[in-house]
Each structure stands twice: as C-alpha cells, then as structure tokens.
C-alpha cells in the first residue's frame, strides 16, 4: 500500500528535525501487525474513492438463463432472440470510518533519536488505527443479517466439531461452492480452540495445501480441505442464539476501500511548546454479495 507522509515546515529546530517517512514506516509496521482479516479482504477498487467521493457502485448481475432449442428450430426463428435484462441491481459501499491516533511531543528530536521512546510512540498510534480497521470487517461479519447468507448452526455454541466439518464440506458442495476456489474462513477465538481438538483439521493428510498468500501469513491456523483458516480476535463472541461465530467467503467478495490510506502529518504548536503528529486513515468495508457467505451461528432459539 502507498503512504503519503506530510511534514509542514518551520524555522523551530525541534520540528525541523521530524522525519516523516521513519514515523509513516513505523506507525505503518505496527497498523499491518494487527491485520488478520484486512490482509485478506480485496482492496483493489480502492482507487475508485481516492480524491473522487465516497461512494462505489457495483452491478450486481443477476444469474442468466439459456434458451433450450434445437438446431432447426433455431434456423427457422424469424422474431428476434430473447434477450436477458439490463435492470441489474447495484451494490453500493461507502466510505464512512475515519480513524486516528494523534499526540504532541515536546521534544521531537528527542523520541527519535531513542529507538525505546520512538518505538512506544509509533506502536500505540499504529496499534490504534489497526484495531480499528480490522474490528471494522469482523463487525460486519458478526452483523451479518443470517437470513441472507448460507447459514450452518453449528453443532453446539461456539463449538466447532467433527460433524461441523462434515457438514461445512456438504453445504459447499450442495451451494456449487468448490473450497480450493479462493474461499477462506475465518473463525473467533473459542471456534479456533475447539477446532484443534479435532484431528483431522491438524491432520496434513486431510486439510490440503496452504491458503491464500497474504503478508506475514498473519492468522492462518489451518486449511480445510485446501481452504485456508484464520482466526481473528476482534471476532466477537457470545452465547447468543444465531451470533455468528465463523463465516467462509471468498475474499474478492470482500471489499475494503481506502479513501485515504493510513497518512502521517505534522505541525509545530505554539500553544502547546512541541509537535502535533497524527496518523490517520479514511476507509468502508462492505460484502458484495451477502448470498455468497456461509455463516456459522450459534444453535437458535
């Protein structure tokens, strides 16, 4: 990802001495150590936010039919084809979280020169925007309304059993979903601890070959039948009947827009005798298609 880092200049020598790109780079390492699920979701319309509004628009095209007929029926046909429609529906995303982290230091030049002192700067601002950004995604898929998903009650509440397993191949299979075609899953904690109780899922002979290559290999705890497995601790957890503990999808059906991507400025103050530093970033997060996402949900009521 790109980071743009802005220094505004003065004549104070504590400020002249601030470096933007070591704080960018810093404060950019720490952000990306607590992404597990924005490491995986697709961010590649991005671009179409940057410095142009807040909102995407993408068609959703609804399944096509084919026309059955034969070769000569075909040829004697004097009307026109039949055509499918254009009244696609449209999936909208907005851009509508912004989160930062700001301090003032007094002696700027200081904190840079003592990698102890720096490191506790840069790491509790990017720890701060990094939660934020990751809990964005685990929130909408714990918020996902489950009459309009695939939806699979696990077997006991956050639990994932032996029969689980089964029965997340079958529902794949039965929804035309094949797992080694880019889908992932992604659980909470406790549905993680439970999983590694079952031996086949630490089984190499049964879980396939790796997952998806993303930076760091953050959360990956697994595979699934060649699916690969991640566990996120800002998935929530609850007893609640129907809470989603768990979901599969394909992460191209994940988007993550960054209007602005995580961002360094700085000024010298005045009033407050030391260096105002804030990191920030612009970004929306939002399902394409929520019929495409199996969700695993505590037993109903």
Known sequence: MAYVNTSVGTANTDLDDFVPQLWAEGINNYIEEQFVLANIVDTSLSALVKQRGDVVHIPLMTEKSATA?????????????????????????????????????????????????????????????????????ADDITGLTVGNTVQLDLSANNTFAAADMGNVLKVMAQNNFDPTDGWAMVVSPTLYGSMMQITNFTSADFSGSGGLAVKGGRGLVGTLAGMPVYVSNRMKETTTNDHIAGAIFQPENAKLLYQIEPKVVSEYSVDFLGTKVAAYTACGFDFVKDGEIITLTNLGG
């Open 69 to 137: 007929t034969t070769p000569a029926a075909f040829s004697a046909i004097t009307d026109n084809l039949t055509y499918h429609s254009n009244n696609d529906d449209e999936k909208t995303i907005t851009v509508d979280k912004l989160y930062y982290s700001a301090q003032i230091i007094s002696d700027i030049a200081n904190v840079q020169a003592s990698p102890e002192f720096f490191d506790m700067y840069v790491k509790g601002m990017g720890y701060a925007i990094g939660r934020k950004v990751e809990a964005l995604i």
